[in-house]
């Protein structure tokens, strides 16, 4: 891993070293919203949404894969048994309750969530490789051979940020151990790949949405310390479009929009982590080639999901605009931008993406019920838009949070 690393970094032994200090952030403990506030219902709607789940249901894939007993019936929709991108929502949970609880500090919600880790733990120690997911390896198999696989990868994103989510904000230590033992296994299927095949094999296989894997792989370093978690989180950065970036190029018209964001928000941990100060300029060229060329007056960015041609944005209006999913990473991206610079410019964007493209997306004080695009086509509703997380909460088809 030491040699990768060194090439990877054209022969440097070293990281460069932290950036410079940034703004810090208040701990969500510290910080409580006023009842009656639109942003308190909306927060106790989400609530509410989080104390409905129920914990059989949402590890039953896991534990049926683990060769466990699985109680219950399990969800529906992309959490179907049979839905190859099944697992990715418990991860969404376990990062959404670890936030809330350090939001409420609501005790049902703790235990609940606490309870999910405990099983997915058992599930990890049954396989014994330190694999974790609600479908086999097999998949990773088949991502590795470049044949067809929905995204597994995303999905693993997903697991291992809210295990990594459950450690930070929610002080759950054993979590902490599963996604050290997660990225270790794939630690040990990259290094595979690349010493089977090539380098290039291993980035021809990540032409798939693969969330933002670089980001908690680096967000992982900053606790480990172990250079093995920041050679694999530089295995997730993109060349094929961080190097477009890199020399500030307005050519991702065409690609998958929140396939791609994450990539960047992972870039910006590479520059804290880093200091490397190429990644602060992927950044900020990124934010503003958005801003200036493909986003809408709400803030929210894509089209049918990809972007379009810069400025052309007039013909693109219609009931598929804004994925909510492309505006939540587009916060985490004008978040860093500020807390990095302190202009005043990346604050009025978060505020103006917040209103427009999050609260608007929660329908009303209905629990799980959120819209997955945002219309900006004159006279369209937004109710044709709307992709309940499932009648009666049997089945999750939005991706929001990603």
């Known amino acids: 891993w030491l040699m990768l690393y060194r090439k990877l970094r054209g022969g440097a032994a070293a990281v460069d070293g932290p950036a410079d200090p940034f703004l ?16 308190w219902q909306a927060q106790q709607t989400n609530l509410e949404y989080l104390l409905l789940l129920d914990a059989d249901r949402l590890v039953w894939s896991f534990r049926t894969q683990a060769g466990l007993t699985a109680t219950g019936t399990p969800y529906g929709g992309w959490e179907g048994p049979n839905v190859e991108l ?28 606490s309870s999910v880790v405990d099983v997915l733990n058992d599930c990890q120690q049954k ?24 995204a597994p990868y995303y999905t693993i994103h997903k697991i291992m940020q809210g295990l990594l989510d459950q450690y930070t904000v929610a002080g759950n230590s054993k979590a902490l151990e599963m996604v050290v033992g997660m990225a270790n296994y794939f630690s040990d299927r990259v290094k595979n790949v690349i010493q ?5 094999r291993h980035w021809a296989s990540l032409n798939e949405e693969t969330g933002g894997m670089n980001d908690v792989l680096y967000q992982l370093y900053t606790i480990t310390d172990d250079l093995k978690h920041l050679t694999l989180a530089h295995l997730f950065d993109k ?14 018209s065409g690609f998958h929009s929140n396939t791609h964001i994450p990539v960047v928000v992972g870039a910006q941990m590479r520059y804290e982590v880093t200091g490397d100060a190429l ?14 060329s493909h986003s ?12 379009a041609d810069p400025k052309r944005l007039a013909a693109t209006l219609s009931t598929e605009n804004a ?10 991206v004008s978040r860093n931008l500020f807390r990095w610079t302190k202009e005043i410019a990346y604050a009025d964007y978060y505020e103006r993406a917040l209103i427009n493209g999050v609260l608007s997306i929660q329908r009303g004080t209905d629990p799980g019920v959120m819209i997955y695009m945002l219309p900006q086509a004159p006279g369209r509703s937004k109710a044709i838009s709307y992709h309940g997380w499932g009648t009666k909460y049997d089945s999750f088809w939005c991706c929001y949070g990603t």
């Not at 969404?92 to 919600?109: E, I, R, V």
């Not at 990644?279 to 200036?292: H, L, P």
């Open 323 to 332: 994925e909510s999913c492309t505006t939540y990473n587009m916060l985490k």
């Open 279 to 292: 990644y602060k300029q992927i950044a900020t060229s990124f934010m503003d080639m958005i801003n200036s």
């Open 127 to 150: 396989m014994g490789t330190g694999y974790l997911s609600a479908f086999p390896s097999e998949f990773f198999d088949r991502a590795e051979a470049l044949t067809t696989v929905w």
């Open 196 to 200: 089977k095949y090539s380098i290039e």
């Open 239 to 252: 060349p094929c479009f961080l190097g477009l970036l890199a020399v500030q190029a307005d050519s991702i």
């Open 24 to 39: 810090s952030e208040a701990s969500l403990h510290d910080v409580r919203l006023q009842p009656g506030t639109v942003y």
């Open 296 to 307: 809408y007056a709400t803030g929210g960015t894509s089209a049918g999901e990809v972007w």
């Open 86 to 113: 099944r697992g990715h929502f418990v991860g969404h949970y376990l990062s959404a309750t670890a936030k809330m609880w350090a939001s409420t500090h609501n005790d049902t919600l703790r235990a609940k969530m």
